[in-house]
């Protein structure tokens, strides 16, 4: 069966701080990643997503930013953290081209102080 | 960009009652799918039911089921028999059936509603 993982589950990091954020798969091959934010009592916002290796796309124009090195492997990092970067950030993976449904790993708390 | 109601922010049942959650949508396409996902206090979200558009029959898991009105563009899902367990946040999404646009790849949330389950 299909696992996501996600690491760290809770981090806490200074302003102006680097970010790197760790979502892996097991169980499948090629699947569509995506990363999404959740701020408090809203819903999620999607960030970015990924359809392969090294293709990444952007949803919103932002402080962040997304690579995939490895097919199961999805990494958010970002250079300078901003206050308004704290958040709940979920990965999500989905079987492949167009394949509607979206599961979601456990999440990283991320507090920006 | 298609948008997503959920006009009740809290909702509250007794133990193996039953409960409705509400969800509208606002789209012009004809082909989508609709979910419901449940978010509890570990935070991450699980997938609860999904709906295709062009299937008229209200897919049912369960003790979980929905009632699809597409001209209505109304998506409720009903918890029969609540359990304690069935206490989070429940969020319905939209995507839309596209391949290869922006927003055929993004889940669009509502805002989630609040479920409490009293014994």
């Known amino acids: 069966s299909q696992t996501i993982h996600q690491w760290p589950a809770t981090l806490v990091q200074p302003v102006g701080s680097p970010l790197s954020l760790e979502c892996t798969v097991e169980?499948?091959?090629?699947?569509?990643l995506y990363w999404y934010r959740q701020a408090a009592g809203r819903g999620l916002q999607l960030l970015f997503y990924?359809?392969?290796?090294?293709?990444i796309s952007s949803e919103v124009p932002q402080n962040l930013s997304a690579s995939r090195p490895q097919d199961r492997q999805f990494i958010l990092s970002s250079k300078k953290l901003l206050l308004s970067d704290s958040g709940f950030y979920l990965c999500?993976?989905?079987?492949?081209?167009?394949?509607?449904?979206?599961?979601f790993g456990p999440g990283t708390r991320l507090l920006v102080l | 960009a298609q948008t997503v109601t959920q006009s009740q922010p809290e909702m509250s049942v007794q133990e193996a009652e039953t409960v409705t959650l509400s969800c509208t949508y606002d789209?012009?396409?004809?082909?989508?799918?609709l979910f419901w996902y449940k978010q509890p206090p570990s935070r991450q979200m699980i997938l609860v039911i999904r709906?295709?558009?062009?299937?008229?029959q209200n897919a049912t898991e369960n003790r979980f089921s929905v009632n699809f009105q597409k001209a209505a563009k109304s998506f409720s899902l009903k918890i029969s028999d609540s359990q304690l367990g069935d206490a989070a946040m429940y969020f319905c999404a939209y995507r839309s059936l596209g391949m290869g646009s922006n927003s055929g790849y993004a889940l669009n949330f509502g805002k989630g509603t609040s479920l409490l389950v009293t014994p």
């Open positions: 999500a993976w989905s079987p492949g081209a167009n394949q509607e449904t979206q599961y």
């Open positions: 709906q295709e558009a062009y299937k008229q």
């Open positions: 789209t012009s396409e004809s082909d989508y799918y």
């Open positions: 990924s359809v392969g290796i090294g293709q």
């Open positions: 169980g499948t091959s090629n699947p569509n």
